[in-house]
């Protein structure tokens, strides 16, 4: 595995937890307001970024 792999794979978790902090936040009904939906957003363009890099490096 790729050096540039296993940071994608160490980023996506951080942004996982961020995911998951902003949930904990958010119990129990997880309701985001507009800034928090924008947040959300924003981590969830990250985490994709990171698959991506994901299947370029090891389905190469």
């Known amino acids: 595995m790729s050096k540039r ?21 958010t119990a129990p009904a ?3 307001d507009p800034s928090g939906r924008e947040n959300a957003e924003k981590i969830l363009a990250k985490i994709e970024t990171q698959v991506r890099i994901l299947r370029e490096e090891l389905l190469k």
């Open 30 to 32: 997880h309701t985001l």
């Open 5 to 25: 792999a296993v940071d994608a794979v160490f980023q996506g978790m951080f942004l996982f937890t961020d995911l998951r902090v902003m949930l904990r936040e």
